[in-house]
C-alpha cells in the first residue's frame, strides 16, 4: 500500500458503527480517509451513499473507496454501476485478497450486520495491502471495460 494514499469511505444506517470503528484503523495505516457519511444511525438511503463513494472513484477524485451497509449487496449493485468502478462485496480475507490479486477491486464493501470489526479491519487490511497481479487478469478487466462501452447495446 501506498503512504498517504487517500480513501474514501461511506455507509448508511447499518454501516454507520462499522466504518466508525474502521476509520481511526485506516488512519492508524497511514491513510487520509475521507468520510462521505451518513454521520449517524437514523435511517438513509443506500444509493445516496454509494453514488457519493463510487463517483469519487469513477472519476479518479480517490483511488480507492470502502462501502458498509446491512448486508453488502445494496451497495455493490450501486456502485458497480459506475463506470470504471470495480465494488467487491468481501466477508473473509481471501475474498478480500482476491478481489484486488485478480479483479483490481477499487471499491471495498462491507456487511455492517454481518461482519465484527476485528474482522472488518482484517478484510480492509489484506484488500488495502494486496497488489493486482496484472498479467492474464488484465486481459478480464480489459473485457470488463469493453463491456462497459457497448452496454447500451445487446450483446447477442
Known amino acids: ?10 455507509a448508511d444506517h447499518a454501516g454507520y458503527r462499522l ?18 457519511g451518513t454521520d449517524n444511525e437514523q435511517a ?3 444509493p445516496d451513499f454509494a453514488a457519493k463513494v463510487a463517483g469519487a472513484v469513477a472519476a479518479g477524485i480517490f483511488p480507492r473507496g470502502i ?6 449487496v445494496g451497495m455493490s449493485i450501486v456502485a458497480n454501476r459506475f463506470p470504471g468502478v470495480r465494488a467487491a462485496l468481501c466477508r473473509d480475507e481471501e475474498t478480500a485478497r482476491l478481489s484486488r490479486m485478480h479483479n483490481d477491486a477499487n471499491i471495498l464493501v462491507l ?21 493486482f497481479e496484472g498479467e492474464r487478469h488484465q486481459q478480464r478487466l480489459d473485457k470488463i471495460m ?3 462501452r457497448k452496454r447500451h447495446s445487446c450483446p447477442i
Open 67 to 72: 462501502l458498509i451497509c446491512g448486508s453488502g
Open 19 to 36: 466504518k466508525e470503528t474502521l476509520k481511526p484503523f485506516l488512519v492508524e495505516m497511514g491513510l487520509a480517509v475521507t468520510d462521505a
Open 146 to 148: 469493453e463491456i462497459e
Open 44 to 46: 438513509v438511503d443506500y
Open 111 to 131: 456487511a455492517g450486520r454481518k461482519t465484527d470489526p476485528e474482522t472488518a479491519r482484517a478484510i480492509a487490511r489484506t484488500w488495502l495491502d494486496t497488489p
Open 1 to 10: 500500500m501506498m503512504k498517504k494514499e487517500k480513501i474514501i469511505i461511506g
